[in-house]
């Protein structure tokens, strides 16, 4: 079993950057295929980001590309998301979620293990 904790949420103005952190309890973090996802209010969760198990393939939604980094270190049981260029349309709770066998890694269903979520808000 893999616990998730989240951090690094806040209010940061248009144009502003955050890094998010996910550390992970466990000792098989290497096995899973990570993601993060966000739910604005009133809305559905929607994929951001996901990575695979050693980190080599990353894959975006179309739009945080070009603006939001995912990267992890299996040494340190750890995954970040840089967001950078941050914009109002990007306030929302963020999660990161983690899963053995991700086969459409845009789908929140195909993870097993999720975070609580931490804040993230953009102002204009």
């Known amino acids: 079993q893999v616990q998730l904790v989240e951090s690094g949420g806040g209010l940061v103005q248009a144009g502003g950057s955050l890094r998010l952190s996910c550390a992970a309890s466990?000792?098989?973090?290497?096995?899973?295929?990570l993601g993060w996802f966000r739910q604005a209010p009133g809305k559905e969760r929607q994929f951001v980001a996901a990575i695979g198990r050693s980190g080599d393939n990353k894959y975006y939604a179309d739009s945080v590309k070009g603006r939001f980094t995912i990267s992890r270190d299996n040494a340190e049981n750890t995954m970040w998301l840089q967001m950078n260029s941050l914009k109002p349309e990007d306030t929302a709770v963020y999660y990161c979620?983690?899963?053995?066998?991700?086969?459409?890694?845009?789908?929140?269903?195909?993870?097993?293990?999720w975070g609580q979520g931490t804040q993230v808000t953009i102002s204009p």
């Open positions: 979620a983690a899963g053995r066998n991700v086969y459409f890694y845009t789908r929140n269903g195909e993870y097993d293990y």
């Open positions: 466990g000792r098989t973090f290497s096995s899973y295929i």
